[in-house]
DNA sequence: CAACAGATTCC
DNA sequence: GGAATC
DNA sequence: GTTG
């Protein structure tokens, strides 16, 4: 094994056992999945054809290929989609769709609307990374609708406005086409969007307080990361908005170097006037004031109740208490359904409600759109580096659930407080979307460095602070890692997460989870066919769609033989067959009872996509608390182990222990590993619990 | 003011 | 021992 | 970011 690991990381190629090596993936022409250069570099197409048409709007020459239908772009209620026809969303580049919008004939309820942008030649970018985002194309229909003169491309001679969206100006200069802000006539001004903003609340603001860089030279704003993976500050310098900005936009001077800091003018930053109202009323004196208000509020039980009835409804039939354990009621497991939970097949009909009434209800609730953009918000702080972005997505994620279920349009800030992971902050967020249909903070989160960072995460095998020191080395994209931008070196199993990164990144159709599922199965039993095999994760759970495919093997140990060692011999014969095609986690010991692997695998067919495959072996005897662990889902298994320890137990993938004895400094630490009580099936760990047993498809919650 | 899960593997 | 993954 |  050892030799393995060591010649894996070499080529990618020679990790393959010699017979897998040997069909070169040219045989194989499967590019399906794999990102092409095209995608995985950022670049902005203004830029990259900068000899594009005149932008002017009754252009008439499409500038690359005709432009597809207009999508109409569902935004804040504060802009209601135009005519409501639907078409399927089409990539493109955000210059395209700019041009797709000059193309088109003015739209007849923008009259209706303040035309405040009249007059105006405005470039507008978003510094998105390829495709113009839902973001992106809501703005530019926005500009539009409000009277600008949209630019698909940058022109020095007639642009009057710049609007960007980046934090950084680099990736503006790509979308512009220039180099350094210098390039920049000074006359034009570069303003954030809030500056739009301001026109749709009432009447555009002064440019200088919008003004979307503190200067004009490129603050290579790069965060340096210090000694060993301690967080850094990211100070954007957006904040330092003052007099010198005002100066520049008045007498076009950019070189002022004083550094007089007269009170801050934070003008992006300051909080949404929209929600300022409500801010000033509810907020104002103190949240005692809110707390009175919500616990006054004679509907609290009502909806404390309705909860209550609803969870309690779900649990009879096995659906346990939601989101953690409080709701759970003291229930038996019920034993009718103990014997059909034993077997992962497909989930059993239901009767008179069924999960899928459950999962539209989710999904479908009047508050949707409030959790669409705290969730989107939630994936930007998750991008973040730090402790405290970590637990305040993990905050959003608890309140989620509870929002997309509350049964009714949120309409008050005190309502929104009455739900549960909903405290003063979110509440507030929670309004604002309610009265403006949007978050600003988002806009302003999301930045193009944080994007980038996303873009890195979504390799395997890099997270947060790989994603930063990347971008603080100064890699913008896929190809700069590639080309070791910055001295940045790749792992093995980075190289192939940069390989395949959108395979990897796509969801397979739960077929296919289930085709690979069955080719491997019979070919473990072949090498020993008393081992049991089952799939997991969200296969088990029923799930249309698999992120990847969980295997765990197990054996009775009746016979006085175990599973040990099978490992071995199933990924040397699934690499033969060219199923398993790059390992990414070796098990140290292959041979142990106990091993964990991940890797990629395929269908040994043309054209078939690489999908994440992990095999676990666990000991027979803890069988059901990895079935349990690895079917998830995750919310589901926090409020498992969550529950687990205020018992006083301990859950892991191992089993239920109890009388774990903690060291009360550093709580991770175990005095005592403490008395397994149950491992063996997962039934037995629900009971213990005195949680209701519930099938793999019921245990859904994020 | 602490907790928010815990174990394994890679580097 | 930190980072990343599940 | 929220909860206890």
Redesign the pocket.
């Known amino acids: 094994m050892l030799e393995r690991?060591a010649k894996k990381?070499e080529k990618r190629d020679e990790a393959l056992p010699r017979r897998a090596r040997q069909s070169p993936k040219v045989s194989a022409p499967c590019h399906g999945g794999t990102i092409s250069e095209d995608e995985s570099i950022i670049s902005i197409s203004t830029s990259s054809r900068p000899s594009s048409p005149p932008p002017i709007r009754k252009l008439t020459k499409p500038s690359a290929k005709p432009p597809p239908k207009p999508k109409p772009v569902v935004q804040s209620k504060s802009v209601p989609p135009k005519k409501g026809k639907k078409k399927e969303k089409v990539k493109m580049y955000p210059k395209d769709y700019a041009q797709m919008l000059l193309d088109q004939p003015p739209d007849p309820s923008a009259k209706r609307r303040q035309r405040f942008l009249k007059g105006m030649n405005i470039f507008y970018t978003g510094g998105d990374m390829t495709w113009a985002s839902d973001a992106t194309r809501g703005r530019m229909d926005l500009i539009v609708q409000h009277g600008g003169n949209l630019f698909p491309v940058f022109d020095p001679a007639l642009v009057t406005h710049i609007i960007s969206e980046t934090s950084s100006p680099e990736p503006m200069l790509r979308a512009l086409g220039l180099k350094k802000l210098g390039e920049v006539p000074d006359h034009i001004p570069i303003v954030k969007w809030n500056w739009v903003v301001s026109g749709q609340e009432g009447a555009l603001g002064p440019l200088w307080e919008f003004a979307a860089y503190a200067n004009r030279i490129p603050p290579i704003d790069v965060p340096v990361r210090s000694g060993?993976?301690?967080?850094r500050a990211i100070v954007a310098d957006q904040s330092r908005i003052s007099a010198k900005q005002r100066k520049r936009s008045i007498h076009d001077s950019e070189d002022e170097e004083d550094d007089e800091r007269q009170g801050p003018q934070v003008g992006p930053l300051q909080s949404p006037p929209s929600s300022r109202r409500l801010t000033a009323r509810t907020d104002g004196p103190s949240t005692s004031r809110v707390k009175t208000e919500a616990a006054d509020d004679p509907l609290a039980e009502f909806y404390a109740k309705a909860r209550f009835d609803r969870d309690n409804a779900w649990s009879r039939h096995g659906e346990a208490g939601e989101d953690?354990d409080?709701t759970d009621i003291d229930e038996p497991a019920s034993d009718s359904d103990d014997d059909t939970a034993q077997k992962p097949g497909p989930p059993p009909p239901k009767g008179g409600w069924t999960c899928d009434s459950k999962e539209a209800q989710v999904k479908n609730g009047p508050n949707e759109f409030i959790a669409k953009k705290l969730e989107e918000?939630m994936h930007l702080?998750k991008a973040k580096?730090g402790?405290?972005?970590?637990?305040?997505?993990?905050?959003?994620t608890?309140?989620l659930r509870p929002i997309r279920k509350h049964p009714k349009p949120i309409r008050s800030y005190s309502e929104a407080?009455k739900?549960?992971?909903?405290?003063?902050?979110?509440?507030?967020?929670i309004m604002e979307i309610v009265e403006t249909g949007d978050l600003r903070?988002i806009g302003y989160e999301n930045t193009a460095d944080v994007q980038i960072r996303k873009l890195f995460?979504?390799?395997?095998?890099?997270?947060?602070?790989?994603?930063?020191?990347w971008y603080a080395a100064g890699c913008r994209s896929l190809k700069d890692l590639k080309a070791g931008k910055g001295g940045v070196?790749l792992?093995?199993?980075?190289k192939i997460?940069i390989e395949f990164y959108d395979d990897?990144n796509d969801r397979m159709p739960r077929e296919e989870a289930q085709a690979l599922f069955e080719l491997i199965k019979p070919i473990a039993l072949e090498i020993n066919p008393k081992l049991e095999v089952e799939i997991?994760?969200s296969y088990r759970r029923g799930k249309a769609d698999c992120?990847?495919i969980?295997i765990m093997i197990t054996r009775c140990p009746d016979d006085g033989k175990t599973h040990a060692g099978i490992l071995h011999h199933l990924l040397k014969a699934l690499h033969e067959k060219n199923i398993i095609t790059e390992?990414?986690?070796?098990?140290?010991?292959p041979f142990?009872n106990?091993?964990?692997?991940?890797g990629l695998c395929r269908l040994p067919k043309f054209g078939s996509r690489r999908r994440?495959i992990?095999f676990?072996t666990v000991p027979w005897k803890s069988r059901g608390a990895a079935l349990l662990?690895?079917t998830?889902d995750?919310i589901f298994?926090?409020?498992m182990?969550?529950k687990?320890?205020r018992l006083g137990y301990?859950?892991?993938?191992?089993g239920l222990?109890a009388g774990?004895v903690?060291d009360?400094?550093n709580?991770?630490v175990?005095t005592n590993?403490g008395n397994i009580v149950a491992s063996e099936t997962e039934e037995e760990i629900f009971r213990m619990l005195g949680v209701p047993f519930q099938l793999p498809h019921q245990r859904v919650r994020g």
């Open positions: 690991t990381r060993k993976g301690k967080e953690e409080e918000l702080h580096p402790m405290d972005n970590h637990w305040r997505a993990f905050s959003y608890k309140a407080r739900i549960k992971g909903v405290a003063h902050k979110t509440a507030l967020k903070r995460q979504g390799i395997y095998g890099v997270g947060q602070q790989t994603a930063y020191q070196t792992t093995p199993a980075q997460g990897i997991m994760g992120g990847d969980d390992d990414l986690a070796l098990p140290e010991d142990d106990e091993a964990i692997y991940r994440r992990d676990l662990y690895y998830g995750d298994n926090r409020s182990r969550l687990a320890n301990s859950l892991n993938q191992k222990f774990v903690r009360p400094r709580r991770t175990k590993t």
